[in-house]
């Protein structure tokens, strides 16, 4: 009699090559995107980062990070969040007209870079952004499942977010985002695009910072205020990047 796999190593092994696909398949328009950053980098210029619902945690995962850019500027607007009033923020996802007043608040540069997350691909505000982001001249990267948003319903923008920036990364994920089916159960459970889209996100961080320590330039990159030395490293880097970043 054959024996059960767990549902845990068969959510281990659909991530395992889901991540290697994602990465492997997009490798080129990866490096492509780290060199962006590295620019924007030595020109001390700023990393915006934008989601909406679940997909603020990756704002979140680029800000103030051990190992991460000290440069990366996260867009975070409460509402917009799950903690404040779910309903709220996904009934604000699909409004119109949110995206130049959250971006004021934020003033981002001509030249800048504004990742938006957006697991499906199709709400309005997500796309919005992604279009006023490039109406303000800056280079936008757009983080989706492209096979949800082919068969998601689009807002009146009539665009998926793959359509509305300079570079679109895959994060492989399936239709409503939970990855594994359950025999005796009808749906499925257990996302897969943060795992992916963090995994995305630090494959950048990593390819900037090798480009940078190649180009000779120390990448400003924060370390955990539990190894040694690392007080020092880091208030150095919120001198610098404090009044150019209002949530330092």
């Known amino acids: 009699m054959a024996l059960s796999v767990s549902a845990l190593d068969q959510y281990l092994q659909a991530v395992i090559e889901l991540q290697r696909r994602v990465v492997e398949g997009q490798y080129t328009i990866l490096m492509e995107i780290a060199q962006r950053l590295a620019e924007t980098t030595r020109r001390e210029g700023r990393i915006f980062l934008f989601g909406t619902g679940h997909s603020h945690l990756l ?5 103030y990070r051990a190992g991460g850019l ?12 799950l903690h404040h009033l779910p309903a709220l923020g996904s009934r604000l996802e699909r409004t119109p007209d949110l995206a130049d007043m959250i971006l004021d608040r934020y003033a981002p540069e001509p ?5 938006v997350f957006s697991n499906s691909g199709v709400n309005r505000l997500p796309v919005e952004m992604a279009l006023r982001g490039r109406d303000r001249e800056l280079f936008v990267v757009g983080v989706s499942s492209f096979a949800y948003a082919l068969q998601a319903p689009l807002s009146d923008l009539g665009l998926r977010l793959d359509q509305s920036v300079d570079l679109a990364l895959d994060n492989g994920g399936i239709p409503g985002d939970a990855l594994l089916e359950l025999e005796g159960f009808p749906w499925r459970v257990a996302p897969s695009s943060i795992v992916i889209g963090a995994l995305l996100w630090n494959c950048l961080v ?12 120390t990448p ?25 970043n209002i949530h330092l």
């Open 59 to 63: 704002a979140e995962e680029g800000f």
């Open 70 to 81: 000290a440069n990366v500027v996260p867009i975070l607007t409460e509402h917009l969040m």
């Open 220 to 244: 400003p990159i924060f370390v955990s205020l539990n190894v040694v030395g690392a007080a020092e490293h880091n208030q150095a880097l919120l001198d610098k990047w404090r009044p150019r």
């Open 111 to 115: 030249g800048e870079i504004l990742f």
């Open 206 to 217: 990593s390819e900037t910072a090798r480009l940078l320590v190649e180009s000779g330039i």
